[in-house]
């Protein structure tokens, strides 16, 4: 694991972003593994900016997203697919029908998660994939469990997420209380991924990602096992290492 320091929030938005354009510029044609939560918004901002400097094209790029509230319709501005648009795609040149996310209308769960694997498995995989990092260790959807799940599956989100999401609905009930995510396997066939993290409330987590045990109840430790992966943070997230 690669840890680069970052002074603030900006700083962090500004390093992951300058990744994400050096592989776009790499490789034009790639597929990029995206992710949601307010951590990666500003390095979202960074790329959007990019493209309107002219710096980033982003008409060969494919998207495949790690994770979508189930039972929730895509207007719904909660919905990952509004916050994709929202933040990145209505932006940039990017081709719409090359933009992926689980199908979270689908109320037949093992249908929607076979046909997520299969589209990322067309799209050959992800050459990176953009992780945020929850409070208690999920990337993804994956919560902390007895096992590391491998494909796309429907998941009930825990206590703690819920709340921690609740603020972005109008009540507790409002709060979806399943997603479909991508599995640990499909996360760790990416070629490279990003961990974007930030903030004090996450420095005790990311010690454990980082310096603690590989276990399925910290989810992202598995991270440690993969063999290019670069964590940028800033100094508030980093305080404890
Ligand atoms: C959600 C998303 C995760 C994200 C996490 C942390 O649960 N499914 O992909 O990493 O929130 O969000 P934040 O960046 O807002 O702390």
Redesign the pocket.
């Given at each position: 694991m690669r840890i680069i320091r970052a002074k603030d929030y900006d700083d962090m938005s500004r390093k992951a972003a300058n990744i994400i354009a050096a592989q776009i510029t790499m490789k034009p044609d790639c597929v990029l593994g995206l992710?949601?939560?307010?951590?990666p918004i500003g390095t979202y901002k960074e790329l959007v900016a990019a493209y309107e400097n002219g710096d980033l094209d982003f008409s060969q790029i494919t998207t495949v997203n790690?994770?979508e509230y189930k039972g929730i319709t895509r207007e719904n501005d909660q919905s990952y697919y509004y916050f994709m648009n929202d933040n990145l795609f209505s932006k940039v040149n990017i081709r719409k029908d090359y933009t992926f996310l689980p199908d979270g209308m689908e109320p037949d769960s093992k249908k929607a998660c076979e046909e997520y694997d299969a589209i990322i498995e067309k799209v050959g995989g992800q050459d990176l994939q953009l992780?945020?990092?929850?409070h208690n260790g999920?990337?993804?959807?994956n919560e902390p469990a007895e096992v590391f799940k491998y494909g796309t599956h429907c998941v009930d989100l825990t206590e703690s997420?819920i709340l921690a999401?609740q603020r972005f609905f109008a009540s507790y009930d409002d709060v979806p209380k399943q997603a479909y995510t991508m599995g640990i396997k499909t996360i760790m066939q990416a070629k490279k991924i990003l961990v974007v993290v930030s903030g004090k409330d996450k420095a005790a987590i990311l010690k454990e990602v980082v310096e603690g045990p590989v276990t399925p109840n910290v989810q992202a430790s598995v991270l440690q096992l993969h063999n290019d992966v670069i964590i940028v943070a800033d100094e508030d997230a980093l305080s404890l290492l």
């Open positions: 992710a949601t939560g307010s951590t790690l994770d992780l945020g990092l929850g999920h990337i993804g959807f997420t999401n």
